[in-house]
């Protein structure tokens, strides 16, 4: 099972919780998938739901998606 390991290979650091905080979302609460959705195709410097997109915030929104997945 080569798939079962692969997110440990990346080098990708965790952060818990960074993403609820940037986003100003309680961590017991879930982060509404359309929202990161919508920050994963906006532009950089742009505006989403009162949140400016910036390059580390939209690292985060596709990664969350990604491993929301698994």
């Not at 798939?3 to 879930?30: A, N, S, V």
């Not at 509404?32 to 929104?61: E, F, M, N, Y």
């Amino acid at each position: 099972m080569k798939r079962k390991m692969w997110i440990q290979k990346t080098g990708i650091k965790r952060h818990p919780g960074k993403l609820h905080k940037q986003l100003r979302i309680p961590k017991g609460k879930k982060i509404p998938s359309k929202l990161l959705t919508d920050i994963a195709g906006a532009k950089i410097g742009t505006k989403v739901r009162g949140h400016k997109v910036t390059g580390l915030l939209k690292k985060r929104a596709v990664l969350a998606k990604t491993l929301r997945r698994y």
